[in-house]
Nanobody
């Protein structure tokens, strides 16, 4: 079973930047979409950004123009560049990969933005 491992979460001041990475322990074939989700305490998990098989991207309104999702197909790796961070971005961030047959999730990485 392929596992996803996120890294890059940290404590940062408002206005700062972080880059999250997601690495797969093996090869995932027939990928449809890859994405980042986040879940703040007491809130539901929400989509932050996603990237399709053609490279098309989608962002939550709250992160548009601040976050950038990218991927390395050869490595089955996914990234999220987060700039101009705000306290409301504080959450656990999860990597997700949807293949034709299965949806993979990572264990999450914590991002805390102090005001």
């Amino acid at each position: 079973q392929v596992q996803l491992v996120e890294s890059g979460g940290n404590l940062v001041q408002a206005g700062g930047s972080l880059r999250l990475s997601c690495a797969a322990s093996g090869t995932i074939v027939s990928i449809n979409t890859m994405g980042w989700y986040r879940q703040a305490p007491g809130k539901q998990r929400e989509l932050v950004a996603s990237i399709g098989s053609t490279g098309s991207t989608n962002y939550a309104d709250s992160v548009k123009d601040r976050f950038t999702i990218s991927r390395d197909k050869a490595k089955n790796a996914l990234y999220l560049q987060m700039n101009s961070l705000k306290p409301e971005d504080t959450a656990d961030y999860y990597c997700n990969v949807n293949s034709r047959w299965y949806s993979y999730w990572g264990q999450g990485t914590q991002v805390t933005v102090s005001s």
